[in-house]
């Protein structure tokens, strides 16, 4: 850390297997050596397997820089989601679900977040019970997000999430699959108040950078896609990140005093 900048590094789509014993601990390391914080954006592992959250947890074991975590679709596909959160938090990785906490005096704000697509062509809580289930799912998890945002008063506030907010980190994937890769009620919270950058996972063939309305930066950190882009680098991205003072990390309810508006803006550098 020089000065007052905490570098973060950030990636997602690990999709850890019951075999993957030795896979990511070298790529754990790498990302401690580049960076003070480490943020995982969701599906840590294949098929929500507790198996899997203790291979993840041990390869995890090694790294001493602090480490924040939401779910991904994939972490809940066995319908053992408290139980991976739950190893995982028992491994000293932070895992957040409309929850907060603070790094190096950097605010992070987590949920997993959901489908439903973007812009004029997000679904509607029109028509038969399944599809308003569907939308409700989305504006849930939205909701969830914006309160987890307006508990931080900090300077420098990231968001982590698995979907993405916006259509431009996704296109790159087949068309009929957009409306289950994110959704635009996700960067509504965004937009209104003082977000720093967004990354977010999932979209394995989309594209690396876009921004909300109002400018924020929205990065998609999934491993797939990184190690594509940046085939001579680890798939890693790191943001130079103003901060003021380091702080413990754990999960909690901050009181939001801080007005909405625009926050300073992250530069971003690749690690290498």
């Known amino acids: 850390m020089a000065g007052n900048v905490t570098r973060v590094a950030a990636l997602g789509d690990l999709h850890c297997t019951k075999t993957s014993h030795g896979v990511f601990q070298p790529l754990f390391a ?14 840590l592992t294949d ?41 995982l938090t028992d491994a000293g990785i932070v895992v957040l679900d409309g929850e907060v906490c603070e790094m190096h005096g ?38 969830k997000f914006e309160a987890a945002l307006a508990r931080l008063r900090t300077k420098q506030i990231i968001g982590l999430l698995h979907y993405s907010p916006v259509q431009q980190t996704v296109d790159g994937e087949p068309l009929e699959i957009y409306p289950f890769l994110g959704s635009s009620r996700l960067e509504e919270p965004i937009d209104r108040y003082p977000v720093s950058l967004v990354v977010h996972g999932h979209a394995h063939r989309g594209q690396l ?12 950190v999934s491993l797939p896609l990184l190690s594509r882009s940046f085939a001579d680098r680890p798939p890693f991205r790191v943001f130079d990140i103003p901060s003021d003072t380091e702080t413990t990390c ?13 926050g300073r803006r992250a530069t971003d550098a690749v690690a290498s």
């Open 30 to 43: 790498k990302a401690a050596e580049a960076a003070e914080v480490v943020l995982i954006a969701g599906d």
């Open 106 to 143: 950097i605010g992070i704000a987590g949920a997993k977040g959901f489908g439903g697509g973007f812009g004029k062509h997000a679904l509607g809580p029109w028509g038969e019970t399944i599809i308003k289930q569907f939308v409700r799912e989305a504006v849930d998890e939205a909701l």
């Open 47 to 87: 098929y929500g397997l507790p198996e899997e959250a203790r291979v993840l947890a041990k390869e995890l074991s090694g790294i001493r820089v602090p480490v924040a975590a939401v779910l991904g679709n994939h972490d809940l596909e066995s319908g053992k989601g408290d139980e991976v959160r739950q190893i």
């Open 250 to 262: 754990e999960p909690a309810a901050i009181p939001f005093a801080a007005s909405p508006g625009r």
């Open 209 to 220: 950078q876009g921004a909300t309305k109002t400018g924020v930066p929205v990065y998609n």
